[in-house]
């Protein structure tokens, strides 16, 4: 008789102590008919938050709750409790959340108080409000297992630097959040703890590899969540989520104290990954970024760059902005262009000059991410399955492969390219009839609407900023209409395989297009790099434009 392999056993283990931690009251008492595919209304309807606690989850964002807490409007203890119920809940229905430490936040937040009370003076900027956090970052006593087996079982001894900081300004930290097997997929599902379900739309991807954070965040488990992206994952759920979300430039948020499945120090030669917020409002992200950045964390971690936030760059009194409309390897799908086109002409018709860029460049980042992504074989990834006997998920097992690590040689020969390619792009940044210097230029976060579950087509639109280091950021347009049904796929022929499994996402012969209804349109922002403020400047103006023509902006 066949035995069950040791991960199922520590899989069942796991998902047992994870719901322990949901206090019994919070239970839902039935849950939502499979039919249901929009969840977000359940926290309203389940009983569970009263409506004071449905105000605080609903009616305020990061900054506002820093604010009405520093003014003794709310106090730290009921925003907390507020959030932890909604991300108790969050779980019952999405699947979001993998370590739970409610009971820890819930003290923290009272010792918050009764300081304020003391001394008349807030922790911090961040002081009272609940951040949620990517399962990947050490928090002490609990695991950062990543969806693998043969990780879990082992908490961390110390804070991830990042962590130790949030603290200091007075974050209060709750739970950390679901992510994809090997963090190297952009639909969040795992061995351990199963897969993410995204609120607006659960046949719809969350997308990854933070997507357990987005998926918490646009169900208001939480306002404020941090992510990590080397690909787009955090672009990516925010995305799916109809939310904001901002990948800086690798120097500039202290990465360090996080597991990855990687050996240490892998990242410095290949591509090292960002830290970033996913927010229901933009001007959290600033909160987050400014708040980190002020703290000079580059004092704790070498491979930070120096720069408080005032020094990281702006846009000019007279902002000139460039939209890229195609990366050359995979056409934006109907719905897409449409939705960009939209951004470019709310942007003109305001009186902003948008000019057209043509970056010929851009069709050679992907294939030369990709030689990096691979440059360790995944050995050690591989291993800590193999010790449990943990199978790769059903969509990574067609994908990846363990491999031989790359040669010294062919490592210096792709950094050497990278370097050609990234001086050929710095042409992008100057308007070749002016010379003027482009603020920002818009294009998509990825060439279609959010796809349904595990059919994310490419990366090339999100993983290029990786490779070239570009901050970035996700803007929410419009939710996806009915009329939007209707575009039409141009019958030009397809430039490559990835374009022709792009074109099977709008083809009504391959896919239900109402799929994406109740999903949002989104556009991409970019900067040059290590210009974080430049980019949230920019990201900022584009917003208000937008809802000012009040375009139908996604509504949380």
Request: hydrophobic share 40%; proline share 6%; aromatic share 6%.
């Amino acid at each position: 008789m066949a035995t069950d392999a040791p991960w199922q056993a520590i899989a069942l283990r796991k998902q047992a102590q994870r719901q322990s931690r949901i206090p019994s009251a919070w239970l839902l008492k039935t849950p939502p008919l499979t039919s249901i595919l929009d969840v977000r209304s359940i926290p309203r309807t389940s009983g569970i938050l009263d409506s004071h606690e449905l105000s605080i989850t609903e009616n305020y964002d990061a900054t506002s709750l820093a604010d009405a807490i520093r003014s003794h409007q709310l106090t730290a203890e009921e925003v907390t409790i507020a959030f932890c119920k909604r991300a108790a809940i969050a779980q019952q229905v999405c699947n979001c959340l993998t370590e739970i430490f409610f009971d820890k936040a819930i003290e923290r937040a009272k010792l918050l108080d009764k300081e304020y009370e003391r001394t008349g003076k807030t922790l911090g900027p961040l002081h009272g409000v609940p951040v949620s956090l990517k399962d990947s970052f050490n928090v002490t006593g609990f695991d950062s297992s990543i969806g693998i087996a043969s990780l879990t079982g082992k908490p961390a001894k110390e804070n991830a630097l990042l962590i130790d900081i949030l603290l200091e300004q007075g974050a209060v930290l709750y739970c950390k959040t679901n992510i994809p097997q090997t963090l190297m997929a952009l639909d969040s599902d795992n061995n351990v703890f199963g897969r993410v379900l995204n609120p607006r739309n659960k046949l719809a991807t969350a997308g990854g590899s933070s997507g357990g954070e987005g998926a918490l965040v646009a169900m208001r488990g939480s306002v404020l969540g941090v992510g990590t992206d080397v690909g787009g994952s955090v672009r990516i759920p925010a995305m799916c989520g109809g939310l904001y979300g901002i990948k800086p430039s690798a120097e500039r948020i202290p990465y360090v104290g996080q597991e990855n499945g990687s050996r240490k120090g892998a990242s410095n030669i290949g591509l090292p990954a960002s830290v970033g917020p996913i927010a229901v409002s933009l001007r959290d992200c600033e909160l987050f970024l400014k708040t980190v950045s002020d703290a000079r964390p580059w004092e704790q971690d070498p491979s930070l760059a120096y720069g408080l936030w005032s020094e990281q760059g702006s846009i000019e009194r007279k902002p000139l902005l460039g939209v890229i409309r195609q990366d050359g390897l995979i056409t934006p799908l109907p719905p897409v262009s449409k939705a960009l086109d939209e951004t470019v002409r709310s942007l003109r018709s305001s009186g902003l000059e948008v000019i057209e860029i043509d970056a010929p460049a851009f069709k050679k980042c992907q294939s030369l991410a990709n030689k990096f992504f691979g440059i360790d074989g995944g050995n050690r990834m591989f291993d800590l399955l193999e010790a449990t006997k943990e199978p790769l998920t059903t969509w990574l097992s067609t994908r990846l492969r363990r491999g031989t690590p790359i040669s010294l040689d062919r490592l210096v020969d792709i950094h050497a390219q990278k370097v050609e390619l990234e001086t050929e792009m710095l042409k992008i940044w100057r308007d070749p009839r002016t010379g003027r210097q482009i603020d920002a230029f818009i294009c998509p976060v990825a060439p279609h609407p959010v796809p349904p579950i595990d059919r994310w087509n490419g990366v090339s639109y999100t993983s290029s900023f990786v490779l070239l280091d570009y901050p970035a950021g996700t803007l929410p347009v419009r939710d996806f209409r009915e009329e939007d049904l209707n575009c039409v796929l141009s019958d030009s022929k397809p430039l490559g395989s990835w374009d022709k499994i792009n074109r099977e996402l709008w083809d009504e012969k391959t896919i239900d297009r109402r799929i994406y209804l109740n999903t949002t349109l989104s556009v991409q922002v970019v900067a040059p790099k290590l210009q974080e403020r430049r980019l949230y400047q920019a990201m900022s103006l584009i917003d208000s434009i937008l809802q000012m023509k009040s375009i139908g902006r996604a509504k949380l």
